[in-house]
């Protein structure tokens, strides 16, 4: 048996279908003959691997979810202790829990967390895409692979902004994997219209679509 819980007839084509070059990580071994007989040995109770996807917000998970939600049993994670303003912090989760219901995808509330301001202490003026951001990755990944223990893959949509670094963000990802000893899929969710259609569905849901990453350094420079 195979992810789709179907036999022989789905497996790495199945997948495939679904994910193509620039979307996740083909050389990862969920594409491969071990992973595909590990999703069989689980198809009696789960049907499809399961991927916890660390969200950084609604707009991004809609740029996502449909590339994903037909091949992994999907779980939402939001995790984002950057976003120190509570407002804006219940404005995003709440948005991807419209957009969760939209799609039959639970998701998680990670809260508080690590201090964001002790983590990023020194870097404060960096510019988007500098030191502080690194930090920030790092701190959101580390929890989300911790939780991804209890999941076949984890994965963020973090890769889906033009203006963040996905090679820099599957580095973070694949380290924090390791370190949890759970299994991080690398992604580019921004490539073959991932963008566009972050925008194209968020609009038709009419998701609140912020014009600021979300940490308050992000938002002073509006
Ligand atoms: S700009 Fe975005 S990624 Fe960078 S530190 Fe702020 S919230 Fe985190």
Same mark, same amino acid.
């Given at each position: 048996?195979?992810?789709?819980? @179907? *036999?022989?007839?789905?497996?790495? #084509?199945?997948?495939?279908?679904?994910? !193509?070059?620039? &979307?996740?990580?083909?050389?990862?071994?969920?594409?491969?003959?071990?992973a595909?007989?590990?999703?069989?040995?689980?198809?009696?109770?789960?049907?499809?691997?399961?991927?916890?996807l !660390? %969200? %950084? %917000?609604?707009?991004?998970?809609? *740029? $996502?979810?449909?590339?994903?939600? @037909?091949?992994?049993?999907?779980?939402?994670?939001?995790? @984002?202790?950057n976003?120190?303003e509570?407002?804006?912090?219940?404005?995003?989760?709440?948005?991807?829990?419209?957009?969760?219901e939209?799609?039959?995808v639970p998701?998680?509330?990670?809260?508080?967390?690590?201090?964001? &301001?002790?983590?990023?202490?020194?870097?404060?003026?960096?510019p988007?895409? *500098?030191?502080?951001?690194?930090? %920030?990755?790092?701190?959101?990944?580390?929890?989300?692979?911790?939780l991804?223990?209890?999941?076949?893959?984890?994965?963020?949509?973090?890769?889906?902004?033009?203006?963040?670094?996905?090679?820099?963000?599957?580095?973070? #990802?694949?380290?924090?994997g390791? $370190?949890?000893?759970?299994e991080?899929?690398?992604?580019?969710?921004?490539?073959?219209?991932?963008?566009?259609?972050?925008?194209?569905?968020?609009?038709?849901?009419?998701?609140?679509?912020?014009?600021y990453? *979300?940490?308050?350094?992000s938002?002073?420079?509006?």
């Amino acid at each position: 048996m195979d992810a789709g819980g @179907n *036999g022989s007839a789905r497996g790495v #084509g199945y997948l495939m279908k679904y994910l !193509h070059p620039g &979307f996740v990580d083909v050389d990862h071994p969920a594409f491969g003959a071990p992973a595909r007989a590990s999703f069989g040995e689980k198809s009696e109770n789960s049907p499809r691997p399961t991927l916890l996807l !660390h %969200c %950084c %917000c609604a707009p991004c998970a809609a *740029g $996502a979810v449909e590339r994903l939600v @037909n091949v992994f049993e999907l779980t939402f994670y939001y995790y @984002n202790p950057n976003i120190t303003e509570k407002e804006e912090y219940l404005k995003r989760f709440h948005e991807l829990e419209r957009l969760g219901e939209h799609f039959s995808v639970p998701v998680i509330d990670g809260g508080d967390g690590e201090d964001f &301001f002790e983590a990023v202490e020194g870097s404060e003026n960096e510019p988007e895409g *500098g030191k502080r951001c690194k930090v %920030c990755f790092e701190m959101r990944l580390k929890k989300t692979a911790e939780l991804a223990r209890e999941y076949d893959y984890f994965a963020t949509t973090l890769t889906l902004s033009p203006l963040k670094n996905a090679r820099l963000i599957n580095e973070i #990802g694949e380290r924090a994997g390791e $370190a949890a000893g759970s299994e991080y899929l690398k992604t580019d969710f921004k490539k073959r219209g991932g963008v566009l259609r972050s925008k194209a569905l968020s609009e038709e849901l009419e998701l609140y679509r912020q014009d600021y990453c *979300g940490c308050v350094f992000s938002k002073r420079r509006l």
